[in-house]
Nanobody, 119 residues
Framework: DVQLVESGGGSVQAGGSLRLSCVAS????????MAWFRQAPGKVRERVAV???????DYADSVKGRFTISKDNDKTTLSLRMNNLKPEDTAKYTC??????????????WGQGTQVTVS
């Protein structure tokens, strides 16, 4: 199984920036679809950003223009750059890998998550 470990969360004031990282236990980024999800207390988990194996990206409307998903050159690190953070971005952010960009809850791999708090 693929192991995913996130880092980079923390507390920041509104308007600030954070960069989340997700390191995989094996080389996955050219064969798996990778994504960042988030879940706030009492809310449904939502997909924030996704990057397919061909490098194409997509974002939730709520973060477009502020967040950037990328694969680092070493092909083992997935990043999420978050700018102009808002209090409503407060959530636990989780990295995921899957064979496609649709069936995340049917066999996908998930990290433990990292908390982001914006005040």
């Amino acid at each position: 199984d693929v192991q995913l470990v996130e880092s980079g969360g923390g507390s920041v004031q509104a308007g600030g920036s954070l960069r989340l990282s997700c390191v995989a236990s094996e080389y996955t980024y050219n064969t798996y679809c990778m994504a960042w999800f988030r879940q706030a207390p009492g809310k449904v988990r939502e997909r924030v950003a996704v990057i397919a194996s061909d490098g194409s990206t997509d974002y939730a409307d709520s973060v477009k223009g502020r967040f950037t998903i990328s694969k680092d050159n070493d092909k083992t690190t997935l990043s999420l750059r978050m700018n102009n953070l808002k209090p409503e971005d407060t959530a636990k952010y989780t990295c995921a890998a899957n064979k496609d960009c649709v069936t995340w809850y049917q066999g996908g791999y998930w990290g433990q998550g990292t908390q982001v708090t914006v005040s």
